[in-house]
């Protein structure tokens, strides 16, 4: 059965109430005029002094009046394409769609044949790219393995050649800074036939990360201006920790991210107006008896509900996290973490579900959880599609042939509606027990460990025409010369 | 009856930095020694260490407390410089983030955790060039130097700070940690380091493997 990416009008869990909306979006607007967001960027503080931005020009520090974000956070398009590498790919993103993707960034993996947790590899980030191009429930893909034997300088960039090579779905991506994003839209130009191309059907969209709490950085505003140039979608990615970096109560970390959001987006507005930007978060929280950050809480799925709720009051797509634990292991600790974290943005309405395929707290990637992930949107998709209640499906005329007592099965009406009914698992086991054991007694992440070796074993992606390949690798080899320079010298 | 001493400690326990400075300053007018106030603020965030050891505090109680003791203890300082070498101590140890990266939660957490466990640490703070961390090691010739990256682009400026240590002939007279997210032993190892930890509780135990007496 082919996973319907639907969702119902109704969006079903509301953490904040109509009231409470309002007031965590005056709560921020609040923070945007009187304490202000650092912006270390100065040709932007001027764009935003020109529309009426206060800006302490010794601190960098930009002071938003209610009323202008009100008139640029209306610019940011409500809907747009996200580009793969064949229109086939491509997908819109939009109210009453939920797209899921792995998340970007994992430095380690869970070796498939050891089980042992190493630095992953170029190969691990190659079969990375292609697992996520065989899984069905994932719509695009994130940048999820970082290949741990390319020089910490051009890793990103390696990374962005791997993932076009080896995945045709769109590609969500990090950039270390906008030199090394431009090397990035330099693959991406090349893959896409060209700038206007990439522009019409972005091929990558750009994660772009504020230094909570309310630090936009030279880094990432360089990289807004980036996107803007090229029409790529920006993703603002606020991931305050709670506790540390926003408050520690829920309400105030929502504050924070809120106000980050909407900085973001008025910056990306005010430079290039109708350029794309999604309503990005990672709403983190500490372990406040080790000071660790922890990317699979309740508290993170319950807020990144919230978020949810957040963005689109502001007119805005949303993307966060979803599928996430902390845990080390593929156990029960993985999947009850991650269920919450996954069904609370998904009943919310969230447009875009980041976040599959990592354990431990997103350091690493399993091929195996990644399956098992898999399995678990499916099932995410079949609850946000509820129940269909038309005449067919009330099927009262069935209902009444039938009679009492007797039996649907043999029934064309069954037959014709069986499989969109009703979810069948790829990996959950529902055998009866002596039929388990002859198979040989698997758990769920033994029977994901048999199906991503075959996916990995038979999966083929299209390979990109060799004088593209031969292209983009001296674009990489091009970054390998000159980004160690960049950062002082290698 | 509650002696001044008894008060500066128990401000630091309590994580009252307004406290910690009214009695430091009250103890500097009744003439007693700062070496023996400062005793009496290390051991207030050894105990609040300890208590968080067994889960009885939590990382907020040990930020309140170490601010607490860095009140009191940088009233004191002008007057203890020349006198360093009388303070029991575990260890010195510089630490900052490296130059690039202004990310500071994870290092302040470490810093906070090395003082609780008696180590005498100067934080450098963020975005530390090279240069600073040289002169430091130069000028304070601390034990250990720890330095954090939480971004992989920030990662090769701890690898320049090695070679600037080799370079001027002060690798061999300090230990050097590093950490932060994307830090792996294996990148440790390649640049030199002596040792590496994946969170506080573990730096603080090889800061004391490394260095501690």
Known sequence: MVASVGTRDENVYKVLNDDEVVRIHNAALQVMDRVGIVVQHEATLKALEGVGVEVDWAKKLARFPPYVVKEFVRKAPPHFVQGGRTTK??????????????????????????????????????DGARMIDALENLKFAGGWIYPGDEPPSTRDVCLAQIMLENTEKHIAIQAYEDSHLKYMIEMAKLVAGGEEELKRRPLLSIVLAPTSPLVLSKVMVEQIVSCGKYRLPGLVCSTPICGAAAPVTLAGELVVVHSENLAGTVISQVLYPGTPVVYGVRANTMDMTTGNALWGSVEFGISCAAAVQ???????????????????????????EKVFMMMLPAMAGVNLLTGAGYIETIRTASF????IDNEMLGMMYRTLRGIRVEDETLAVDLISRVGPGASFLGEKHTRKHMLNEHYMPRVFDRNVRARWEELGSKDAAQNARVQAKRILREHVVPELDKDVRKRLTSILDEARKELPKESGGE | MSTTLDRIHQAVIDGDRDLASEFVTKGLAEKIDPLTMLDSLNRGIRVVGDRFGKGELFIPDMVASADAMKAGAGILEPMILKRKGEIKTEGEVAIGTVEGDIHDIGKNIVAIMLSAAGFQVSDLGVDVSTETFIEAVRKNQPNLVGMSALLPSSMPSQDRVMKALNATGLRNKVKVMVGGAPVTEEWAASIGADGYAPDATLAVRKAHELVGK
């Open chain 1, 368 to 371: 195996e959880q990644i399956v």
């Open chain 1, 89 to 126: 790919q491509d997908f819109t993103v939009e109210n009453g769609r939920v797209y899921a993707r792995s998340l970007s960034g994992c430095s380690h993996v869970l070796d498939l044949e050891s089980g042992k947790c190493r630095v992953a590899t170029k190969k691990d980030s190659a």
């Open chain 1, 310 to 336: 957040m963005g689109h009051y502001c007119g805005l797509p949303v993307d966060t996290y979803g599928v996430g634990s902390d845990s080390k292991a593929l156990d029960e600790q993985a999947a009850v």
